[in-house]
């Protein structure tokens, strides 16, 4: 049976993003005490910022950096899985063998 994913309101989604900025933590340990998926609080912050940040010249530098950032960001996240998915194939393989 699938999980279904939790539903935030948009008051707790704003917390959420309120608390990251003021408490000065990572977004990884902010989202772990917040029990949501680290991705998630990033979106947040994105989608609150893009809204309360008028577009000019500036902020489409700022976003072209941010951009940049995000692309190593998920590069990194590729290579994690990878390794976790090559872990899990020979775990699987280990014990198909041992259950013959």
Do not use: C
């Not at 539903?7 to 003021?22: G, I, Q, T």
């Not at 950032?69 to 998915?85: F, M, P, Y």
């Amino acid at each position: 049976m699938a999980k279904s994913r939790p539903r935030h309101s948009e008051e707790f989604r704003r917390e959420a993003v309120r608390l990251l900025k003021e408490s000065g933590k990572s977004l990884h340990q902010q989202a772990r005490e917040l029990g949501i998926h680290y991705t998630t609080l990033w979106d947040w912050r994105e989608k609150i910022n893009h809204e309360s940040d008028p577009v000019t010249e500036d902020s489409l530098q700022v976003t072209v950096l941010t951009k940049d950032d995000e692309i190593r960001r998920l590069r990194k996240e590729l290579a994690t899985v990878r390794e976790e998915r090559d872990f899990l194939k020979k775990a699987a393989a280990f014990f198909a063998k041992e259950s013959r």
